[in-house]
Nanobody, 114 residues
Framework: QVQLVESGGGLVQPGGSLRLSCTGS????????MSWYRRAPGKERELVAG????????NYVDSVKGRFTISRDNAKNTVYLQMNSLKPEDTAVYYC???????WGQGTQVTVSS
């Protein structure tokens, strides 16, 4: 069955960095665009970044442009989210998703606080 396993979250001070990872299994990873979403307390789930199957194109929500970078390694069935210059408003549970699929992992908690 399809599985998505996110990791790499944690507690970081404002201005710090984290790299999230999401490993997929149970589907042909290299054929799917992948995205990162986040859900902050009391808010709706938000699309943060996306990447095409071949890494030819990426997109970002305005609030993270210039700070976050999405990438993938199809040989490892893994998509990454490098997060720099983190702000308290980036605090959320982060999830990855394969385009067109309704499967979600357990997410990884990112907390930005001094």
């Amino acid at each position: 069955q399809v599985q998505l396993v996110e990791s790499g979250g944690g507690l970081v001070q404002p201005g710090g960095s984290l790299r999230l990872s999401c490993t997929g299994s149970g589907f042909t990873f290299r054929r799917y665009g992948m995205s990162w979403y986040r859900r902050a307390p009391g808010k709706e789930r938000e699309l943060v970044a996306g990447i095409t199957s071949t890494s030819s194109s990426t997109n970002y929500v305005d609030s993270v442009k210039g700070r976050f970078t999405i990438s993938r390694d199809n040989a490892k069935n893994t998509v990454y989210l490098q997060m720099n210059s983190l702000k308290p408003e980036d605090t959320a549970v982060y999830y990855c998703n394969a385009a067109g699929m309704s499967y979600w992992g357990q997410g990884t908690q990112v907390t930005v606080s001094s």
